[in-house]
């Protein structure tokens, strides 16, 4: 089917439910930010397939709102559709609700899936359209029957984290949780968080592309936890493990059923901005504490063993990455190359690791323009030929036994315009002035956030995304609450204050449409610095272990200061990598890739 014909489908469904307008999320029934392909309904419909989104569709026309990072991607998959881009946050685009309120007139209804949106989400998007006299229904999943090839729910199978990796045990995490249910006087938690989940019983799978979590729920009580989950996808050996820690397993489709029959008035602790509408239905007579899930910032400060992981992760991806870097300067314009072998070459890099598992993200290989486009995916139409000159962007990233990386180097292929160089000089000071920065403990991402972006607003030029994003511990590439940005979005928690081993992307950019894109990026461990009578100073280690290119680099552009900063990262850079090259003429390279300016 084309996408015209999937609407029209989608609009015959509609008019024999009564329904003007239905809004389809890109959203599954667990709050992720990645979807397994069985819920990638609005990808299916209007066609585009950016990992954010919402589209709304009327019965004479149709929208699609997406962010800044995806607006030139957004327009052109559209293109053809009838679907209209709708580019968020930009003077005179109107919001979700106002559009909805625009199609729907008093008295008729607007559908979504209760399955895939939040509690709070529902409630906020009825007391909208209630007053407009716009009734908020359930469709229910209608695209079984609409999709007729539709992805099945995975069914790969689960494995354990040892201890080694880590670094505490089941039951020393749910005792965690447990402390703050206390506080909070709930008798029960719920949750259906997927990397929360995957955290708290040390499990991971693969049932999201990229992203090693599991389909299921969790519920935790002060004596036991249940967690409900496909049966087929646990061995005997991991049900025995879990057991062991008090944890009983159920089937995945059980947690309606066991909710509806908790007692009447029991406190249940559960993040109405994560937990589905349909199953906060399923607990009409209990005490509902709200409360954001106690993983999600447990979790976020990583512990001794996860972070000696991460720096051993870093230095084997880094190495994957500089000897990509030390292929391309070796071949550029002697060999056929492009975006997507490009892809594959430094894939088999990462592969030849030891405890490689996976890719973090699909990685963003992108040459000349196509950088301009912050989540630019190469296929066979879009591949753009690599030669000996410009810039190419590659944003990629790995999960390893030893956890989740995610690094972005540019690499000058050869002669680069001078405002490129300008530019890329421009983004690499804003890295190493966040990356260096020396603050008090109490600041944020928001408060911290200019450093970056500073070197581009002295140029009149910004970037439409965060700055940076905490990373999971073999989890999710994009893991709260910590995270850069330089003012308070309406969804996020810039205004975390940063703790000691919190992980967070420092990545600032430029991205010119047409001409170019740059991004560096590295990752950086909070840790404390001294204490003293002004409170405790706080800093960061940068963990990410790879060569910036100084062929892209004006060194005049930048402060002693900043160049130090460098020529001090270079020297970490080669000190860990240079003992793991192959060969002299290796090593030769790396030491002049990371020679000081």
Request: glycine letters at 8%; hydrophobic letters at 40%.
């Amino acid at each position: 089917m084309q996408i015209t014909d999937r609407l029209s489908a989608f609009r015959a469904r509609m008019q024999e439910e009564n329904m003007a307008v239905v809004i389809v999320p890109t959203a599954d029934a667990h709050a992720s930010e990645y979807l397994a392909d069985h819920f990638k309904t609005r990808q299916w419909l209007c066609g585009f397939t950016g990992s954010a989104g919402t589209l709304v569709v009327g019965m004479e026309e149709a929208a699609l709102f997406t962010d800044g990072r995806y607006f030139i991607q957004a327009e052109r998959q559209l293109e053809g559709t009838g679907v209209t881009l709708m580019r968020m946050g930009t003077v005179g685009v109107p919001t979700v609700e106002q559009y909805v309120m625009g199609l729907a007139k008093p008295g008729e209804s607007c559908g979504i899936d209760f399955s895939v949106i939040s509690s709070h989400f529902a409630a906020d998007l009825s007391d909208q359209l209630a007053g407009r006299e716009i009734a908020l229904r359930d469709t229910g999943d209608w695209f079984d029957a609409l999709w007729t090839d539709r992805p099945a729910m995975p069914k790969d199978k689960v494995y354990l984290l040892e201890s080694a990796y880590t670094g505490m045990t089941v039951t020393e995490k749910l005792a965690k949780i447990r402390e703050v249910m206390e506080k909070a006087g709930a008798s029960i938690h719920v949750t259906n968080v997927l990397d929360d989940i995957a955290w708290t019983l040390n499990v991971r799978g693969s049932d999201v592309h990229c992203t090693p979590v599991v389909m299921s729920y969790l519920l935790i009580t002060q004596e036991k936890a249940i967690w409900f989950v496909d049966g087929d996808k646990i061995d005997d050996s991991v049900q025995e493990a879990l057991l062991a820690e008090g944890v009983y397993l159920r089937g995945y489709d059980d947690i309606g059923a066991v909710l509806e029959e908790i007692e009447a008035g029991t406190g249940v602790m559960l993040d109405g901005n994560k937990l589905t509408a349909r199953l906060c239905a399923a607990l009409a007579d209990v005490n509902i504490i709200q409360h954001e899930n106690p993983a999600f910032r447990i979790k976020a400060i990583k512990n001794s063993v996860e972070l000696d992981n991460l720096r051993r992760a870093h230095i084997k991806d880094g190495l994957a990455v500089t000897r990509l870097m030390y292929w391309l300067k070796q071949n550029a314009g002697k060999i056929e190359m492009d975006e997507i072998s490009v892809s594959e070459r430094l894939l088999a890099l990462r592969a030849a690791q030891e405890h490689f598992i996976s890719p973090s993200f699909d990685t963003i290989c992108a040459y000349r323009e196509n950088a301009a486009m912050m989540h630019y995916k190469a296929t066979e139409d879009s591949c753009a030929k690599i030669e000996a000159k410009d810039l190419l962007l590659i944003d990629s990233g790995a999960q390893y036994l030893e956890g989740t990386t995610d690094i972005t180097r540019t690499f000058a292929m050869g002669a680069v315009e001078e405002e490129q160089k300008m530019h890329f000089t421009a983004v690499l000071c804003g890295m190493l002035n966040l990356q260096n920065a020396k603050f008090l403990h109490g600041c944020t991402g928001i408060g911290l956030d200019i450093l970056a972006r500073g070197p581009m607003w002295d140029m009149g030029i910004d970037y439409r995304c965060g700055t940076g994003h905490g990373v999971g511990y073999l989890l999710s590439v994009h893991e709260g609450p910590n995270a850069f940005r330089w003012y308070k979005s309406a969804t996020r928690n810039e205004d975390t204050v940063l703790e000691a081993g919190m992980v967070t992307t420092d990545e600032p950019g430029i991205y010119i449409e047409g001409s170019h894109g740059i991004r560096i990026e590295n990752e950086l461990v909070c840790h404390e610095l001294e204490n003293n009578e002004y409170g405790q100073f706080m800093g960061f280690e940068a963990i990410t272990c790879a060569p910036i290119d100084l062929d892209a680099v004006i060194p005049e552009q930048m402060t002693a200061r900043q160049r130090q900063w460098l020529n001090d990262y270079h020297a970490f850079v080669y000190e860990k990598l240079a003992s793991l090259m192959d060969n002299e003429d290796e090593r030769a390279w790396l030491a002049h890739a990371t020679r000081k300016i």
